[in-house]
């Protein structure tokens, strides 16, 4: 095989429909546009940019144009050998500050490389140490605004074990949807551990501690950065303990100098990657920094269309924990987003998400645009 010379050609910007709200704000519609890389012999890789506005690092506008003004890339058969390598020298090619485009390119270089060694992408980023078939990857659900407790007996119903709520700041309201969930879980037959909880740092610090004990009582297998990182790891650091396992998750994109900090007070149990705001190779590293020193690591989605959750789904694979389900149940952006409207994964079945067997990211849901 010689040496390819891939060039790099995106798409139209479109909007997908969504509606979610965070303490963080709301959002009705994201930006996204799919990112081809493609060679001479007819291969073509493809990723998805969409960091969604407000939340990720970086903006779409610039991001578009960082990846429109980047030249062929070239591939030689030994940079097959060590795909992580590879990976990490395409993503390099745009700014670290441009992380959702670094993943985007990353992405359509696994769907290429994994289409030229006929394996499909998420055996690319395997540790070398842990070679061999991946296992199926537990799941947690989003549940919705309305009716949280209707949602999670149809969540449960379908295979999830593992049911995620958005603490928003009225934490009387808060209780009394917590109480009805968990009477629910109780009733399925599920206990401590299916409930996982995420304030998106919207608790202050002064509540912070009657907060945390309040929540404890349901028992959730994280709760994900209750307040700003730097006013938690001062509050722990003082002598404080957390009566939950604290997650991280923002605060890995949006102040990543508190990491080191955040793992140093011992009291984090899980780091929460979203690849689309953190580039392919930052999820690696900090996973690798987290295992480290004994943390597990979840992936999440951050709301892409198909392609960009495949790929997020093939990082998790890789990575993820077998123990701490991964925020992947499929988001509402993935059915406007298809050729086939309400197109469902076939990798994700009764609340796991399962390894595919054909190369790169061409599976029958990430359809090409």
Same mark, same amino acid.
């Given at each position: ?47 998805? $940019? ?16 960082? *990846? ?9 058969p030994p940079d097959l050998a060590k795909p992580r390598i590879l990976l990490a020298r395409i993503e390099a090619m745009v700014p670290r500050s441009l992380p959702s485009a670094r993943f985007a390119l990353s992405s ?11 394996? #499909? ?6 540790? #070398? ?9 537990? *799941? ?71 907060? $945390?004990?309040? $929540?404890?009582?349901?028992? #959730? ?149």
């Amino acid at each position: 095989m010689r040496a390819a010379r891939c060039r790099v050609r995106l798409e139209k910007r479109r909007e997908l429909e969504l509606n979610h709200t965070t303490s963080n704000g709301s959002w009705t519609s994201r930006p996204s546009a799919l990112v081809h890389l493609f060679s001479k012999d007819g291969t073509t890789g493809t990723g998805e $940019l969409a960091p969604l506005p407000g939340y990720s690092p970086d903006e779409f506008d610039a991001a578009y144009e960082a *990846l429109s003004d980047l030249g062929p890339l070239e591939i030689d058969p030994p940079d097959l050998a060590k795909p992580r390598i590879l990976l990490a020298r395409i993503e390099a090619m745009v700014p670290r500050s441009l992380p959702s485009a670094r993943f985007a390119l990353s992405s359509a270089a696994m769907d290429w490389v994994g289409q030229q060694e006929g394996i #499909p992408a998420w055996e690319l980023l395997i540790p #070398p140490t842990e070679a061999g078939k991946a296992d199926s990857v537990p *799941l947690c659900a989003l549940l919705p605004k309305d009716d949280p407790a209707g949602a999670t007996r149809a969540l449960v119903g379908a295979g999830y074990t593992c049911v995620k709520y958005k603490v928003g700041k009225d934490l009387k309201q808060a209780t009394q949807e917590l109480k009805a969930i968990s009477e629910v879980l109780t009733q399925e037959g599920l206990g401590g551990g299916s409930l996982r909880l995420d304030a998106n740092q919207g608790l202050t610090a002064k509540e912070l501690g009657d907060a $945390l004990k309040a $929540l404890s009582e349901y028992a #959730p297998d994280i709760l994900e950065e209750p307040i700003a990182s730097a006013e938690l790891v001062a509050w722990l650091s003082a002598g404080n303990t957390s009566p939950c396992a604290l997650g991280i998750d923002e605060s890995l994109f949006h102040a990543p100098s508190m990491v080191k900090a955040w793992l140093g007070t011992h009291q984090t149990a899980a780091v929460v990657l979203k690849p689309t705001c953190l580039g392919l190779a930052r999820c690696l590293d900090i996973a690798e920094q987290a295992r480290s020193v004994g943390v597990d690591v979840t992936v999440s989605h951050c709301f892409e269309g198909a392609i960009g959750y495949t790929a997020v789904a093939a990082v998790a694979i890789a990575i993820g924990s077998r123990k701490l389900p991964s925020g992947l149940a499929p988001p509402s952006t993935l059915s406007v987003s298809t050729k086939r409207a309400g197109a469902a994964p076939p990798f994700i079945a009764a609340g796991y998400l399962t390894p595919w067997d054909t190369s790169g990211l061409d599976t029958e849901f990430a359809v090409r645009g």
